[in-house]
Each structure stands twice: as C-alpha cells, then as structure tokens.
C-alpha cells in the first residue's frame, strides 16, 4: 500500500536560510507523482512542485527544488532564501490512483 | 480564472445533527474530491468524482456521509447525523481529466465544529 511519511513534525529556520523538508514513501509501483503542498493558516492548500517517478532531472518551481532519490524513495523539500510569508504547513504527497498526503511539517520562518 | 469555492467557512452543530457542505469547482475540471482533514493530520480522500459518476467512495462513512455532483459541475457533502469525531475541515479540490501531472487545486475548506 502507498505511504507517505514526514518525520519532522516541525521546523525552524532563519529568515533568508534555506531549508529541507523530508518526506519518504512506499511504493511498490513504478508510475507515480509526488507532490508538495503548502497550508498557510488559512487553510488552502496551495501547489509548489511535481516530480514523476520517470523524471530524471530533479523539479524546481522558483525558489522549490525538489530532491528526488528514487532508489531511497525519498522526495524532500528543499526552499532557498526562506522568506517569513513561507511559515505554513508543508504536506507531501503521491499519486497514484489517488492522492496520499503525509501528516506534515509545520515550518517556522524566524526574522 | 477563478479558484474552487466552498461554503460554508465556519460551521458549529451539535451531535446528532446534519450539516452540508457546498463545493464549486474551476471551470473546466472534470474531476472533484472531498477531504477530510482532522487537526493535525494530512488531508484524507473521502470521495473522487469524475464527471457526474463517482471512481473512489472506499473511504466515505457511507452509514452518515452522502454526496452528490449531479450536473458534473458543484457538488455537495452531507452528513447525518453528525458525531464529534467528525469536527474538521473538509476540502474541495478539482483537478484536469486524467493525464498530465493530475495536480489538485483546492478551495478554502469548511471548519466544522460538532459540540
């Protein structure tokens, strides 16, 4: 069965630093996408990045890349520069016929 | 282009009552999901609609939880009667037919407090 885990139940970082949000899976299945989602405390939960299982070149969406180790089935966060509008909940999640999403990385942004 | 829509924003009942719940998805997206997500936990598929017709109920508490998309376009969730473990917000998402990255766009979420 697919699984989704974030072991990080929460996160500092210095405004301006980067950091890395973990997020591994289980899959048996070749064909999948992994997401991350952002939830600022309003509550919408708004797209950053895709990786396909098949994509050989790590995503990036401006200041997003997403580290992809598949052999590890791992799929991490990595956000440059933070920014204080980036404090939020972080869910990973993956696709397959539907979409698991992990318990989430809650992300503190310190001026 | 306008986002999905859901309303109710805050709903407070009390056990043994029923509530529902509004989605309107992105015009265009043939496919519509109800979540639940319980404070502190990721977001669980509840329902997935294509169209009209639905392809994924297994995780609906069918004994309470009804919904519908009769048009294939809004849909409503309901739920009868209401128990305190259902207090959480409930997510709408619509997301383009199959193929592509398949990615969800979500609306504000209703916040429902059962006393």
């Known amino acids: 069965a697919q699984k989704i885990t974030q072991t990080q139940p929460g996160m500092f970082v210095q405004e301006k630093e980067a950091v890395t949000l973990d997020c591994t899976y289980d899959?048996?299945?070749?064909?999948?996408?992994l997401f991350w989602y952002k939830q600022p405390s309003s509550g919408e939960m708004i797209f950053l990045i895709y990786?396909?299982?098949?994509?050989?070149q790590n995503a990036t969406e401006g200041r997003y890349s997403l580290n992809f180790q598949k052999a590890r089935k791992s799929a991490n966060l990595v956000i440059s520069a933070s920014q204080l509008g980036d404090s939020a909940m972080y869910f990973c999640a993956m696709r397959f016929n539907d979409m698991r999403f992990g318990a989430g990385t809650r992300l503190t942004v310190k001026p | 282009e306008a986002g999905v829509a859901q309303s109710p924003r805050y709903k407070i009942i009390e056990k043994r009552q029923s509530v529902a719940f509004w989605c309107n998805p992105i015009s265009g997206h043939a496919t519509l999901y109800w979540y639940q997500q319980i404070l502190g936990q990721g977001p669980k598929l509840l329902i997935q609609?294509?169209?009209?017709?639905?392809?994924?109920d297994s995780q609906l508490p069918k004994d309470r939880f009804s919904a519908e998309r009769l048009k294939g376009v809004d849909s409503t969730l309901k739920i009868q009667p209401a128990k305190l473990e259902d207090s959480a917000v409930y997510l709408c998402?619509?997301?383009?037919?199959?193929?592509?990255?398949?990615?969800?766009?979500f609306g504000p979420g209703t916040r429902l407090t059962v006393l």
């Open positions: 998402a619509s997301s383009f037919p199959a193929g592509g990255r398949g990615e969800q766009f």
């Open positions: 609609f294509q169209n009209n017709g639905v392809v994924d």
């Open positions: 990786q396909g299982s098949y994509d050989e």
């Open positions: 899959t048996s299945d070749q064909s999948y996408g």
